[in-house]
């Protein structure tokens, strides 16, 4: 049970490790806030992929047999993830499942998204009296509203080709494809400045709530 992080040359790569549907234990959440905090921190670093296991899927989400909340005297490190002041991309690179907390992660932490053919995305926790993650990931501020009522409402799984015409992902590849076009366009962010990036990521994030004078002051 564990989520590891690895670089090579530009690139960090985070990798989701337990059991065949990669579930998330609140463990796993603590080990991804450090990654990302060393992740973050690092100048010799330009842009994450965010995967799961070779073989498995990329997340059903989090472990059930844990509940859902953290435990007396731990913090909840979720909210301390999805607040983290992010300012370098993370390529999501999706094989099989991206369920409940899965999802999340793939709303809010990653900028890019490649999604294999077999790729099934979805919210299931309205089924389970846990909903909430579409006011978490601001869903209809990031898609269509109406796939956005679809998603949260169903609880159904939508397909690879659904999502991309949606506007969830970026692209459909074969599945065994997911992870080296994740990696290609890696390496296409990677040639550019840290700095350059920076500024990017700080304006397609702050820029679309300013007024256009507050983003051109910005810029």
């Avoid at 530009?10 to 603590?30: R, S």
């Avoid at 909340?69 to 991309?89: A, F, M, S, W």
């Avoid at 590849?173 to 296409?188: C, G, K, Q, T």
Wanted: one cysteine or more; a negative charge; hydrophobic letters at 40%.
């Amino acid at each position: 049970m564990t989520i590891t992080y690895e670089k090579k040359g530009h690139i960090g790569i985070f990798t989701i490790d337990n059991g065949k549907v990669n579930a998330l234990t609140f463990a796993m959440h603590d080990q991804l806030y450090s990654h990302l905090d060393e992740f973050l921190n690092d100048s010799t670093i330009k842009v994450g992929i965010l995967k799961g296991s070779e073989g498995k899927c990329f997340c059903a989400g989090d472990d059930l047999n844990e509940g859902d909340v953290y435990p007396e005297g731990q913090e909840d490190t979720t909210k301390k993830i999805l607040t983290l002041p992010r300012n370098k991309p993370i390529i999501a690179a999706v094989n099989s499942w991206c369920l409940g907390e899965g999802f999340v992660y793939l709303m809010m932490l990653t900028d890019i998204r490649v999604a294999g053919t077999g790729a099934r995305f979805g919210l299931p926790e309205i089924a389970y009296a846990m909903a909430g993650a579409s006011g978490a990931t601001r869903l209809p501020l990031h898609i269509p509203r109406v796939s956005a009522n679809w998603i949260a409402l169903t609880g159904e799984k939508i397909t690879a080709d659904q999502a991309l015409q949606y506007q969830l992902i970026n692209e459909v590849v074969p599945d065994d494809e997911v992870f080296n076009r994740a990696l290609e366009i890696a390496h296409m962010i990677a040639s550019h400045p840290l700095i350059a990036i920076q500024t990017e990521m700080e304006c397609l994030k702050k820029c679309p709530e300013m007024t256009s004078e507050e983003a051109i002051s910005l810029t």
